[in-house]
């Protein structure tokens, strides 16, 4: 069974970063996964943040792309995401996300908060 952790997360003003990660078990296969994060927003659904291959090709949604960055390191079966310039429209809860064998797993999420 596919377990996913996050930590990191937080309450941080305007402008600031932050960072959260993830780490994954119960496969050995995460290395050939392709993870990345997603958020949901109080009210809303939860939408895509960034993804990353086994291979390393990114994707990022429009809204932050040039003040996120998403990396992850294989050996240790985990992945990250670093959140610049942050904005009060970035808070939500991120989600963890990895995908094995069109099979879609998720963590149970940490909060960040952007104060204004």
């Known amino acids: 069974q596919v377990q996913l952790v996050e930590s990191g997360g937080g309450l941080v003003q305007a402008g600031g970063s932050l960072s959260v990660s993830c780490v994954a078990s119960g496969t050995i296969f995460v290395r050939v996964a392709t993870m990345g994060w997603y958020r949901q927003a109080p009210g809303k659904q939860r939408d895509l943040v960034a993804t990353?291959?086994?291979?390393?090709?990114?994707n990022y949604t429009d809204s932050v792309k040039g003040r996120f960055a998403i990396s992850r390191d294989t050996s240790k079966n985990m992945v990250y995401l670093q959140m610049n310039s942050l904005k009060p429209e970035d808070t939500a809860v991120y989600y963890c996300?990895?995908?094995?064998?069109?099979?879609?797993?998720w963590g149970k999420g940490t909060l960040v908060t952007v104060s204004s």
């Open positions: 996300y990895l995908n094995l064998r069109r099979m879609d797993y």
């Open positions: 990353i291959t086994s291979g390393g090709y990114t």
